[in-house]
Nanobody, 114 residues
Framework: QVQLVESGGGLVQPGGSLRLSCTAS????????MGWYRQAPGKQRELVAT???????IYADSVKGRFTISRDNAKNMVYLQMNSLKSEDTAVYYC????????WGQGTQVTVSS
């Protein structure tokens, strides 16, 4: 059973920063691609960023240059550093372990508002 738990969400003003963390309870972590997705109210869930076992990263165009995904395989952790936040970044952010079966966390709310 794989469990993913996100933390670090909250309320932040436009232009501010947040760092999301995801801890994975899985014996094998380092070989999997990990990712962050988000879902805003009334919208479909969308890709934010992914990071492979070899540390190759992919970002959605909307977050390039502002968000950074990283991972610490020794701690079974993946992070999302979010800078220069905009109101349109408001969403529930989900951590996911990608594979034959995708495993999702419960999500953490990020609200960008003045």
């Amino acid at each position: 059973q794989v469990q993913l738990v996100e933390s670090g969400g909250g309320l932040v003003q436009p232009g501010g920063s947040l760092r999301l963390s995801c801890t994975a309870s899985t014996i094998v972590f380092s070989v999997y691609t990990m990712g962050w997705y988000r879902q805003a109210p009334g919208k479909q869930r969308e890709l934010v960023a992914t990071i492979t076992s070899g540390m190759t990263t992919i970002y959605a165009d909307s977050v390039k240059g502002r968000f950074t995904i990283s991972r610490d395989n020794a701690k079974n952790m993946v992070y999302l550093q979010m800078n220069s936040l905009k109101s349109e970044d408001t969403a529930v952010y989900y951590c996911v372990r990608l594979g034959t079966t995708n495993y999702w966390g419960q999500g953490t709310q990020v609200t960008v508002s003045s």
